[in-house]
């Protein structure tokens, strides 16, 4: 069974199983994401075709990863007009494996609970300036450097001689 599917401007062939890069989408790692915005649904030899969509069918996808795509370098130039320009352009994409496509009226199977990683803790930064405080020995007073006699500006250059 295979879908075509319309997300971020684009439309994609799809089948259960499948790893797609797909602009970015604002959801985390490892969330659930369905797809209902289904144009055509191919079961072996029978074709179900939405005008524009198929009514009540749906793919269902886990995001993979949040990455971004391979550099893009623009140049501009007018020749003989020292006209040059160059930009570069990294487009954000989101990697989803295709879990499951349903067809209209199919029962969908229940989301599996999201397992979430606690993330690692950094120590604080008042602890680690403590501790470092404890290691060393603390400076009494730094020695001041010695004060610069300042020249008599009242007097001319005239006088001076």
Known sequence: MFAVIK?????YKVASGDVLAIERLPVE?????DFEEVLLIGDGGKMTVGAPLVAGAAVAATVVEQTRGDKILIFKKKRRQNYRRRKGHRQELTIVKIADIYPPGATRKAKPAVESKPAAKKPEAPKAKEAKAE??????????????AKKDSSKSRKEKK
Not at 7 to 11: C, L, P
Not at 135 to 148: T, V
Request: hydrophobic residues 30%.
């Open 29 to 33: 790692v490892g969330s659930h994401v």
């Open 7 to 11: 997300t971020g401007g684009k439309q």
């Open 135 to 148: 290691a060393k020995p603390a400076k009494k007073e730094a020695k001041k450097p010695a004060a610069k």
